[in-house]
């Protein structure tokens, strides 16, 4: 079984920026792409950013591309979310989860589905 568990999260003002933890137990071939959803109240749930772990291989969303970054640190089983240039509309809980990907390309922040999810971080952006 894979625990994830997120950290990170907060209220900042616009333009400020917050960097979100997801720590893993363990990778499996189940749990090889990461990725970072978010929730905003009376929305569905947007993969936003994606990494497949052991590779050089991200993707995101188009509504965060230049502002957020994913990386990955194995010897800690940690992947990261830095988010820059925050706005209001970045407002939501934000979960990490983890899926298995046969290749890089194949994890994508388009799809919804997960092997596992985390407790969830909430992330407030005030203008």
């Known amino acids: 079984q894979v625990q994830l568990v997120e950290s990170g999260g907060g209220s900042v003002q616009a333009g400020g920026s917050l960097r979100l933890s997801c720590a893993t137990s363990?990778?499996?071939?189940?749990?090889?792409?990461m990725v970072w959803f978010r929730q905003a109240p009376g929305k569905e749930r947007e993969g936003v950013a994606g990494?497949?772990?052991?590779?050089?291989?991200?993707d995101y969303a188009d509504s965060v591309k230049g502002r957020f970054t994913i990386s990955q640190d194995n010897a800690k089983n940690t992947v990261y979310l830095q988010m820059n240039s925050l706005k209001p509309e970045d407002t939501a809980m934000y979960y990490c989860?983890?899926?298995?990907?046969?290749?890089?390309?194949?994890?994508?922040?388009?799809?919804?589905?997960?092997?596992?999810w985390g407790q969830g971080t909430q992330v407030t952006v005030s203008s």
């Open positions: 990494i497949y772990i052991g590779a050089d291989s991200t």
């Open positions: 363990s990778y499996t071939y189940s749990s090889n792409c």
């Open positions: 989860a983890a899926r298995g990907a046969g290749y890089a390309g194949s994890c994508r922040v388009s799809s919804k589905a997960a092997n596992y």
